[in-house]
């Protein structure tokens, strides 16, 4: 569901941006609360992880459509609703810059579209309430499936509006609502089936990492080398040998686009977006997750998600996958460094 910059008018994804980044800001006030040394690897490692599960497309059967993870949900779960967002923001922007998944004047409601409404609409008031009289693996089948789906369906409706305040006169509100919602349903009820999976074996493993995220506090003296080094690896095997596996059927965005416009992609020339477009193509190293390839006539190849309904072509994500698992650990990681490094200063101040 990562929008490209043709689907907007300026005047949305600035307003967008905006969004995002006072929401961002918000969070990183936030989670200075609860931030310790041993959250920041779990945010690296996190980050990494919903990366390469992103890069799995699976078929939605009998549409030829396909879906994967947004991870906000698991990354507010796991992580707290601020630590949640901010790590999905890092995750969207290494996306967008390096891999042209998602366009950058897009990547504000990219982020507001699936860090949002899961960090804090869904895991506030969907899963915490569920889990509020206690833990069981029962309530977290029951929160992660209902809020997973529920944060998707609020991320898809969020799309379809954004289009119609940016004018697409294409893609009529009630055709592209009734093609949207119900794709990302089907999508919603797969990522909740993962989001429980991967939370039940971490509640198995250590509950203290949940418990404590939707507790706002600290993990304090809690070990989670085990849990982060077992993460670590599933994310290697996903991003260099599973993400090859992926469907290439166009995924729910893309299929509704085309379902309610007639059309494979949306152009916008000039302005911004001619701008914009000169520089993603210079910092996409990896379109479409592949290496980057000279075509006949000198020129890089490099295509933003536009949109296409045809199948994608199969392209060796390897490579790709594993050095985008890699920006996305030290990115996060450096973020939660530097937030905790700005807290330790300003305690250290406090107390002078």
């Known amino acids: 569901m990562h ?23 918000y969070s990183i006030k936030k989670v200075q609360d609860n931030l310790d040394e041993k959250k920041i690897p779990l945010m690296g ?28 949900m698991l990354l507010a779960i796991l992580l707290g609703p601020y630590a949640g967002y901010l790590t999905l923001g890092a ?19 990219n982020i507001f579209n699936l860090g ?16 509020r009289k206690g833990y069981s693996v029962r309530r ?27 004018g697409k006169a294409e893609l009529p509100f009630d055709t592209f609502l009734m093609l949207m919602q119900p794709i990302h349903l089907a999508i919603g009820i797969v990522e909740g089936l993962v989001t429980f999976a991967v939370v039940s074996y971490i509640w198995r493993e250590r509950p203290e990492i949940i418990e404590k995220a939707a507790a706002g506090k600290k993990l304090g003296v809690v070990s989670i080398k085990k849990v982060i080094l077992i993460i670590a690896v599933i994310t290697l095997i996903t991003a260099g040998i599973l993400s090859g596996f992926a469907s290439t059927h166009p995924d729910g965005l893309e299929w509704s686009i085309f379902k309610a ?85 300003k305690m250290t101040n406090k107390n002078l």
Do not use: R
């Open 91 to 109: 995750i969207l922007t290494i996306q967008a810059l390096f891999f042209a998944d998602g366009g950058l004047l897009a990547l504000g409601s």
């Open 261 to 345: 416009s007639g059309k494979e992609g949306f152009e916008a020339q000039g302005g911004i977006y001619q701008v914009l477009a000169a520089i993603q193509e210079k910092t996409a190293i990896f379109p479409d997750y592949s290496v980057k390839k000279q075509d006949g006539h000198g020129a890089t190849t490099a295509k933003q998600g536009s949109g296409q309904l045809n199948q994608k072509p199969e392209t060796e994500t390897g490579v790709p996958g594993l050095l985008g698992g890699i920006m996305i650990l030290l990115l996060a990681g450096l973020m939660g460094f530097v937030i905790y490094f700005i807290k330790k200063i």
């Open 3 to 25: 929008m490209a910059d043709a689907l907007i008018s300026p005047a949305v994804g600035v307003t967008m941006w905006a969004a995002a980044a006072g929401v961002g800001a």
């Open 116 to 131: 949002f409404y899961t960090c804090f609409i869904a895991y506030p008031l969907i899963y915490k309430l569920i889990i």
């Open 140 to 166: 977290l089948f029951t929160g992660a499936v209902l809020s997973a789906v529920i944060g998707l369906q609020l991320g898809s409706l969020s799309v379809v509006l954004q289009t119609v305040f940016s």
């Open 45 to 72: 490692v996190m980050g990494a992880f919903v990366f390469a599960a992103q890069m799995i497309n699976f078929a939605i059967p009998a549409t030829g459509s396909s879906g994967h993870l947004g991870g906000g």
